[in-house]
């Protein structure tokens, strides 16, 4: 089996699963932001620690020097797509962003297809699975990375789940 892929290019843009170019005060930032309606931030120890046992693709613009592209001198984030995961047989993605002032130019839809590529690479993938809302979101999860609602019982199964103190549904 060859190994996945970990690096994706285009134009002035990288998509890497390096945990070492996650910017951590970026990624909190986007938490906060009422464009990210499904989490909230946390403490910078925690963070990282959440970042650091999940699958994280972080999406970055390329410095304009190619010395600093040799270094990672100076990558910007503006871009997560999170997987918790085995890295073998079930992944749950969350956490995709991208920052307002970068979105309507296909960077979610390319970070998407390098998470699906990664994802169709792992021969013994059982199920990847989602949560989102609203029609135009199912959408573009279907067109993009092929993701199909589960319907309740659906070949037997149902999803259950439990809101964490750290849930931004959780009844008060």
């Given at each position: 089996m060859s190994a996945t892929k970990t690096e994706w290019y285009k134009d002035q843009f990288l998509i890497s699963t390096s945990q070492d170019l996650l910017q951590i005060d970026v990624?909190?930032?986007a938490f906060n932001a009422d464009y990210m309606y499904w989490t909230k931030g946390m403490p910078e120890d925690r963070?990282?620690?959440m970042l650091s046992k999940s699958l994280?693709?972080?999406v970055y613009i390329l410095p304009e020097s190619s010395s600093d592209i040799a270094g990672r001198g100076s990558l910007t984030q503006i871009g997560l797509g999170r997987l918790v995961t085995?890295?073998?047989?079930?992944?749950y993605?969350?956490?995709?962003f991208i920052i307002p002032e970068h979105q309507a130019n296909g960077l979610g839809r390319w970070l998407l297809e390098c998470i699906n590529e990664t994802l169709d690479s792992w021969p013994d993938l059982r199920r990847?699975?989602?949560?989102?809302?609203g029609e135009p979101c199912i959408?573009?999860?279907k067109k993009t990375m092929e993701m199909a609602i589960l319907e309740p019982g659906a070949n037997g199964l149902v999803i259950m789940h439990k809101d964490g103190h750290g849930s931004p549904y959780k009844e008060v």
């Open positions: 990624i909190t930032k963070m990282k620690k994280c693709f972080g085995d890295e073998s047989s079930f992944a993605l969350t956490d995709v990847a699975m989602l949560f989102t809302k959408k573009f999860y």
